[in-house]
């Protein structure tokens, strides 16, 4: 039967006996007992200024042929700096944030990857065996079988694998990102830093190169001692959310930006479970591309909704007088959360002035599908949570997952219906999606995603609410998966299986 989350179910006891307290706006001390951050929620998280933000470091290219990027991969537990704390991370190659990986449409990536997490027996709470491991580019317009995006393949710690993708298909000016995929896993392993790998693909436009352009992976974490702090099934349930919020590993870290500039920001919600309402104060963002590439031109807004999965490419023009201005995080009440404003970053006028304008054209390539959808083939996709378990269409994945079959070369009609007390982002793999409709929600993004020319591979379905989007089978037959983006919950089983046959 179909259990509702309630707020009731928010109000847990953690494994220590402490109480934690969720689901309301405003947590405050009230028990002398509540001692660690990991108990309490503060309603405003707002770090003094860090360091100078730094861009994530750039994966080096082990190859001299023209059309090939060939990187070495490497899943290895790590010391990295996280709030002062040496802590003990899982990591790519023992960064944290990851490398950037660059491509050009029609670049060959090869990646030649190593699993090193330690081999162990131990399963953790969900009962699958620590450590295994594999790769997903998340929102890659490739094949999912063989040695492409294949998901359903799993590297034993020990193991190699040679990951070959053909990016021809790919959109340009995009930027997905790379993290681990192995059912049940995958929320240890991305909260545990294995997360944020950005991966950029060449704009084919001329507009946007002259803008300084920065990366910025929002991540966030738990500290227990060096370790990031373990999941309980409550944290499963509801979707577990860090104190200590980082972009590009950073704590607020200051961005220098000159008065007049346009600055070009690529930003990936790279955490499990925490939505980001992304607002720089006292300016106006334009978003110039989403998930599946560049729009045809800036789209002026105040604020923006970013789950778990999502990115968004924005344009920031200084034009306040000189000071500095905080980037953002404003409450959002997805269900299971403690809305928090949050502090991510500082925009810190500095220099001399410049004259840089707001490009009035992006890409005119981007268009919004124009079909008549009476005709298309319907998938009817119902997400829903169970006991200690996520749902799609009644089934969990780890026990009988739902399997929706497609044909490549058509187009299909997918309605997306959230029968729970929770927000969930949905996320198919292989084939980004032009949003039709949206019900329930914020009217902002239900406005902004039914209405511009973007492709959405992640999308965020309301709590009670529904998404219709138009998905185009294209190019790739073979089986993936979609699945809710809170990690958490695809790793309790709200994923299914996506055979796209010939
Ligand atoms: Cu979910």
Redesign the pocket.
Known sequence: MEKMVTRRQFIITGATGLAAIYGISACTKSDSSLSTSENVKAAVIDPPTGEVFKDPPEMPNLSANAGVVEIALEAKTAKVKIKGVNADLMTYNGYFPQQTIRVRRGDNLIVNFKNSLPLTTEKNILGYTKNITNIHTHGWHVSPSGKSDNVFRHINPGEEFLYEYDTSKQEAGTLNFLHSHGHGLITEQMWGGIAGCALVVADEVDGLSGFETHIMSLNDMSLVGTNPAPHTHEDYMN?KEGDIVMVNGQINPLLPIRPGQVQRWRVVNASTARYYKLSLEKHTMYLIGTDGGLLDKPYPLSDILLTPGERVDLLIKADQGSGNYRFLSMPYDRGGNVPQTITIMTASYSENSVKDEIPASVNPNAKKLNMDTASLRKAQIV?SMGVNK?LINNKSFGDDPFVHTSKVGTFELWEIQNFSG?D??FHQHVNPAQIISMKGGEKGYASLYSSIPAWKDTINVPKGGSVTMLVPVRDFSGKTVFH?H?IE?GDLG?MAVWDIVK
């Open positions: 979707g997400l996520g929770m969930h982002p809710c809170i919950h709200m």
